[in-house]
């Protein structure tokens, strides 16, 4: 098994997406934001193995509780499609240091594609790149329902 790269932007380098089209798509989700309650507009597009790129935006109610993240609503849209195999998602938020995806969509976005890369992009233009599995360790997976 080859070592996983010290830094994960290496690992982006491979993608058959243009990087720019990858984060003008977030971006261009971002745009599409529902956020009325927090004033905070998030982007993200997951892009697969072929290429194609899924995007979502978050979706606030005034039932807050029911708010549901940008991650979510792309993964959402990636599974919808039929696309299974993706590799990586670019976050993009209205903040001006990079948003890292909250505790439920690592764990929804661990269902679908464990070896993800994630790119955080700030308003400041800063960027963070991880694994998944850097961001979720010894993650709850199918395999540990048993059975
Ligand atoms: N939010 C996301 O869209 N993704 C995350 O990973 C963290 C938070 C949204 C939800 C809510 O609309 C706003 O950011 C503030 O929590």
């Not at 764990?107 to 790119?119: C, N």
Request: with cysteine; proline share 6%; net charge negative.
């Amino acid at each position: 098994m080859n070592p996983p790269p010290k830094d994960w932007n290496e690992a982006l380098d491979g993608l058959l997406v243009d990087r720019e089209d990858w984060l003008s798509a977030a971006r261009a989700a971002l745009e599409h934001a529902h956020s009325p309650y927090s004033d905070i507009r998030v982007g993200a597009a997951l892009v697969d193995r072929s290429g194609q790129i899924f995007s979502g935006c978050n979706v606030e109610n005034a039932s807050y509780g029911l708010t549901i993240c940008a991650e979510r609503n792309a993964i959402g849209r990636a599974v919808m499609e039929g696309a299974r195999d993706l590799v990586a998602i670019a976050i993009i938020s209205s903040l001006e240091a990079p948003l890292l995806p909250c505790g439920a969509c690592r764990q929804v976005l661990m269902e679908f594609a464990p070896d993800l890369i994630v790119l955080c992009e700030g308003a400041d233009g800063s960027t963070l790149v991880h694994s998944l599995r850097d961001l979720l360790p010894q993650a709850f997976e199918p395999g540990d329902l048993g059975g």
